[in-house]
């Protein structure tokens, strides 16, 4: 079975500050990690992923995550943060061999200018 | 469809009525799961439909919860007798297959009082 811990619940940050949401999870074998997100009024979106190849992936809004085996981190990163970046972010995990997410709790990024 | 739609967005009901939660994946995908948040957690897994068989229920509360595909397309999860504990945002995905990417729709959020 996998856990994740979000060690942030609530991370308030300026306009073109820099964010990291930081993810730790547990596992026994081999993973697949995902940061999904939700913006105020809409659904779990899928922001990236990470498969197997390079452990740098990266989104087409600029955030990017790492995977970190030794660390079992998938760290969340934006040099320069927008307003329409405020949501609820959360991490997600599976086996390889398995179809069931486990979540982190989530992390809410509120911008403010 | 262009992407996972569920119905009804919102659904307030008496507690010890049925309420009937429905799932629309997208199109061509064979695999479905349903999901339950609580407030300020993530999503939970509930179950998971390959085609139209029930592969996985193992997350469903209990005896009073129910789910089927029964075209192997449109899902349906069932609570029965609901009580004030079910009170949570429902989430249904869809994937192109069993390992891949799961992709979320909008959610049900259901209140029972």
């Known amino acids: 079975a996998q856990s994740v811990t979000q060690l942030d619940s609530q991370v308030p940050v300026f306009e073109e500050a820099p964010v990291e949401l930081r993810c730790n999870y547990s596992s026994s074998v081999s993973v697949y990690l995902f940061w999904y997100v939700q913006y105020p009024n809409q659904g779990l979106q899928l922001l990236l992923k990470?498969?197997?190849?390079?452990?740098l992936v990266k989104s087409i809004n600029g955030f990017e995550a790492e995977f970190n085996k030794s660390q079992t981190s998938f760290h969340l990163r934006k040099p320069s943060v927008h307003i329409s970046d405020t949501a609820e972010y959360f991490c997600a995990v599976k086996s390889a061999n398995d179809y069931k997410l486990s979540f982190g709790a989530g992390t809410t990024v509120t911008v403010r200018a | 469809g262009a992407g996972v739609s569920q119905s009804p967005r919102y659904k307030v009901t008496k507690r010890g009525q049925d309420v009937a939660l429905r799932c629309d994946p997208i199109s061509g995908h064979v695999s479905l799961y349903w999901y339950r948040q609580a407030l300020g957690q993530g999503p939970e897994f509930l179950t998971y439909?390959?085609?139209?068989?029930?592969?996985?229920k193992s997350g469903l509360p209990n005896d009073r919860f129910s789910a089927e595909r029964p075209e192997g397309s449109i899902s349906t999860l069932t609570i029965q007798r609901t009580e004030q504990r079910d009170s949570a945002m429902y989430r249904c995905a869809s994937s192109s297959g069993r390992g891949q990417p799961q992709h979320f729709g909008d959610g049900t959020r259901l209140s029972i009082l």
């Open positions: 439909f390959n085609y139209e068989a029930q592969q996985d």
């Open positions: 990470y498969l197997s190849g390079s452990t």
